[in-house]
């Protein structure tokens, strides 16, 4: 499957909302040709596995595909119908509304 990158992501953001995981960072960019720390731009279309790496969490993934969540790091712009997630050290995942999820 093939996704479009939007604006502001980076590719530890996509990572993070098609795997679940930083760790599928590596997966991600190894597809794709890219190094780890490679730019990509809204438009850009980056290549998704069928299936989860052994680098995924896939409840996360799901939580995320189901909600329709997009992961964007970068702060600046319009960012209309973006979330963006943080963690604690209990592994709780919260949105900007402050739901949670457990991992």
Excluded: C
């Excluded at 989860?52 to 189901?66: C, E, F, N, R």
């Amino acid at each position: 499957m093939k996704i479009k990158v939007q604006y502001g992501q980076s590719l530890m953001d996509i990572a993070v909302q098609q795997y679940g995981s930083a760790g599928a960072l590596w997966d991600l960019a190894a597809d794709n040709g890219h190094a780890l720390d490679a730019d990509v731009f809204a438009g850009d279309e980056l290549v998704i596995r069928d299936s989860y790496p052994d680098t995924a969490i896939p409840i996360y993934a799901d939580y995320l595909t189901g909600n329709s969540i997009k992961i964007v790091s970068h702060q600046g712009g319009n960012l209309e119908h973006i979330e963006v997630l943080s963690t604690n050290d209990n592994e709780i995942i919260t949105d900007n509304d402050q739901n949670g999820l457990e991992i």
